[in-house]
């Protein structure tokens, strides 16, 4: 069993900040890529920040420059620090982390989702 708990979110003016963390526990043998998402209302679910086994992070073009993504391996962990927030940057925020767990068959590796944080931005 995984569990995705966010925490963070929440309202704030156009221009200032805002910051989200997402912590994994359970049966975890390891996290591959671990990330963020976020579902604007109305739209699709769209990427924001993942970053992969290797260390690369990729961010969505829209939040470049504006967002930063941190990964604690040690605490299973990451976080997103977000300035200069626009109102279109408002929309649940979702942490998703591909894990690989020990199963009695093997390891299985799956992505698992939290429950998502509110982040509005008003202008």
């Known amino acids: 069993q995984v569990q995705l708990v966010e925490s963070g979110g929440g309202s704030v003016q156009a221009g200032g900040s805002l910051s989200v963390s997402c912590k994994v526990s359970?049966?975890?043998?390891?996290?591959?890529?671990i990330g963020w998402y976020r579902q604007p209302p109305g739209k699709q679910r769209e990427m924001v920040a993942v970053?992969?086994?290797?260390?690369?992070?990729k961010y969505a073009d829209t939040v470049k420059g504006r967002f930063t993504m941190n990964r604690d391996n040690d605490k299973n962990t990451v976080s997103l620090q977000m300035d200069v927030l626009r109102p279109e940057d408002t929309a649940v925020y979702y942490c998703?982390?591909?894990?690989?767990?020990?199963?009695?068959?093997?390891?299985?590796?799956?992505?698992?989702w939290g429950q998502g944080t509110q982040v509005t931005v008003s202008s």
């Open positions: 970053v992969d086994n290797g260390g690369v992070t």
């Open positions: 998703a982390a591909e894990v690989a767990t020990a199963q009695s068959m093997g390891v299985d590796i799956e992505w698992y």
């Open positions: 359970g049966s975890i043998n390891s996290i591959h890529a």
